[in-house]
């Protein structure tokens, strides 16, 4: 397989160039790695005269990759600038655009990635302040609206005062490699989403059912485990349709 990662870091060696070589070297000697350190290039719109040299170059080798590891640092609770200002001027390459302005997918379609960012602040101060959110929240915006499909996402916490990744995140990261190693998936996961959600459910009624019928006993009697399946069944389906009512069906007409 061939991948390609993608570093839009302010550091060529930093710590979160560190974390994607950690992803890099795991993967098999079979496959093909090559890194684009996005600084080296000299970005900027095309125009209708002329497209972007560095643009072109980039985009011939992600389209010779099955695999892209967008790899771009948090900076000021966003995405670095570095990586923004490649995809800005990547949209009418990465999505076709038609009359009404829909973005739809482009020729990547059904590729895959990998996500990575870093921050400053530790994991605990991340999963309070979700200071990393929008920076894979950008990614998924752009590369999910290309048609992609995401394999995961990794956060290097904890940047601040130290010159080296953390140990912890390197076999985080070697993890990483090794599954995404030689493993093209088919499918985005969705069916995995929707068996998630139907056992959500099934836990939330149960407690919520339960303690109604302990507290109010609200269930007629005997009928308890056929009212709460029932109502499980029901609602998946009542809560899945409006769901993929407003995930898919809606997003393709507008
Ligand atoms: C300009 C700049 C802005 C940053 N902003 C944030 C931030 O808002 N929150 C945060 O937790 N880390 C922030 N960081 C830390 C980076 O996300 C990153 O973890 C750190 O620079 C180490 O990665 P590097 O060695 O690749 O530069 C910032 C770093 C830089 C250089």
Same mark, same amino acid.
């Given at each position: 397989?061939?991948?390609?990662?993608?570093?839009?870091?302010?550091e060529?060696?930093?710590?979160t160039?560190?974390?994607? %070589?950690?992803v +890099?070297?795991?993967?098999?000697d079979?496959?093909?790695?090559?890194t684009?350190? =996005?600084?080296?290039?000299?970005?900027?719109?095309?125009?209708?005269?002329?497209?972007?040299p560095a643009?072109?170059?980039?985009?011939?080798?992600?389209?010779a990759?099955?695999? $892209?590891?967008?790899?771009?640092p948090?900076? $000021?609770? @966003?995405?670095s600038?570095?990586?923004?200002q490649?995809?800005?001027?990547?949209?009418?390459?990465?999505?076709?655009?038609?009359?009404?302005a829909?973005?739809?997918?482009?020729?990547?379609? %059904?590729?895959?990635y990998?996500s990575?960012t870093?921050c400053?602040?530790?994991? +605990?101060e991340n999963?309070?302040?979700g200071i990393?959110d929008q920076t894979?929240?950008?990614?998924d915006?752009?590369?999910? @609206?290309?048609?992609?499909?995401?394999?995961?996402?990794?956060?290097g916490?904890? +940047?601040w @005062?130290?010159?080296?990744?953390?140990?912890?995140k390197?076999?985080?990261?070697?993890?990483?490699?090794?599954?995404?190693?030689?493993?093209?998936?088919k499918?985005?996961n969705?069916?995995?989403?929707?068996?998630?959600?139907f056992?959500?459910?099934?836990?939330?009624? =149960?407690?919520?059912?339960?303690?109604?019928?302990?507290?109010?006993g609200?269930?007629a009697? @005997?009928?308890f485990w056929?009212?709460?399946?029932?109502?499980v069944v029901?609602?998946?389906? =009542?809560l899945?349709?409006?769901?993929h009512?407003?995930?898919?069906?809606?997003h393709?007409?507008?």
């Open positions: 397989m061939r991948y390609l990662a993608l570093l839009g870091s302010h060529r060696h930093g710590i160039a560190g974390y994607l %070589d950690a +890099t070297a795991a993967l098999p079979s496959a093909n790695v090559e684009v350190f =996005l600084r080296d290039y000299d970005i900027y719109p095309d125009t209708k005269e002329q497209s972007c643009l072109d170059e980039i985009e011939a080798k992600m389209a990759s099955d695999f $892209w590891i967008i790899c771009a948090t900076y $000021w609770g @966003g995405m600038g570095v990586m923004k490649f995809f800005d001027c990547m949209r009418f390459r990465l999505v076709r655009m038609n009359s009404v829909d973005t739809l997918p482009g020729k990547y379609k %059904d590729k895959h990998l990575m870093s400053f602040i530790s994991s +605990t999963l309070a302040t990393t894979f929240v950008t990614i915006r752009v590369l999910t @609206g290309a048609g992609l499909i995401k394999v995961g996402e990794f956060v916490t904890g +940047t @005062g130290t010159k080296k990744p953390r140990p912890e390197l076999a985080e990261c070697t993890r990483w490699g090794k599954k995404i190693a030689n493993r093209p998936r499918d985005d969705t069916l995995k989403r929707y068996i998630l959600l056992i959500m459910i099934a836990v939330m009624a =149960l407690i919520t059912m339960g303690l109604q019928a302990w507290w109010f609200v269930f009697a @005997g009928k056929l009212t709460y399946a029932t109502f029901i609602f998946y389906v =009542l899945a349709s409006i769901l009512f407003f995930t898919f069906v809606r393709r007409r507008r």
